[in-house]
């Protein structure tokens, strides 16, 4: 049967030879596959902006369905849909520019990490009791900038308000 050529974006595979593949990178499926897959990583401005470029899709607006689906050339949210798309932009925008100019509310990270090393290092030579831990613990509260920072994986997310629940396994075997 020989190799074959699976194309992640069309998620087909067929026999490997340079005539076959340069026939499907250079498709209109595979395209349309492409865009389709870069699409999904765009940004709610960029995606804002195209919207309200487009004119409404009538046939969609009519009957709630179009033939051409998403890609129809006109739009298809509606108005409450584009608001909340503006409002989500703006959002993105303030906290961008928050966390770009150092507008930020409270305290600083540095300082939060500081009493949280202190406190930390308290806990670990026992010289504190646990009253004083339980009004530190409200002290210092996690900033809030640190949750401003979208998407980020879960190995780097802050600790949450109680800290890890961690299971202590006093049975062996």
């Known amino acids: 049967m020989g190799k074959r050529y699976y194309c992640d974006y069309c998620d087909r595979s067929f026999q490997d030879n340079m005539h076959n593949r340069k026939k499907h990178l250079n498709g209109v499926q595979h395209h ?12 709610s ?6 919207e309200q470029s487009k004119k409404p899709c009538r046939k969609f607006l009519q ?3 179009c033939d051409f689906g998403p890609k129809c050339r006109f739009s ?19 906290h ?13 990270i540095e300082e939060w990490l500081s009493r949280r090393e202190k406190k930390l290092t308290a ?3 026992d010289l504190k009791n646990k009253e004083d831990c339980e ?19 879960p190995s780097l997310l802050p600790p949450p308000p109680g800290g890890w629940k961690v299971k202590v396994h006093t049975e062996w075997g």
């Open 123 to 125: 806990l670990k030579g």
């Open 76 to 94: 298809h949210m509606s108005e409450e849909e584009l608001f909340n798309l503006e409002r989500q932009v703006e959002d993105e925008r303030q």
């Open 96 to 108: 961008k520019e928050d966390f770009e100019y150092g507008n930020m509310p409270d305290r600083s």
């Open 63 to 65: 009957k709630g369905i």
């Open 45 to 50: 401005a960029a995606i804002l902006h195209e």
């Open 135 to 153: 009004e530190d613990q409200a002290e210092n509260d996690i900033p809030q900038q640190l949750f401003a920072i979208p998407d980020l994986p």
């Open 32 to 43: 349309r596959a492409k865009k389709a897959w870069f699409d999904q990583f765009r940004d």
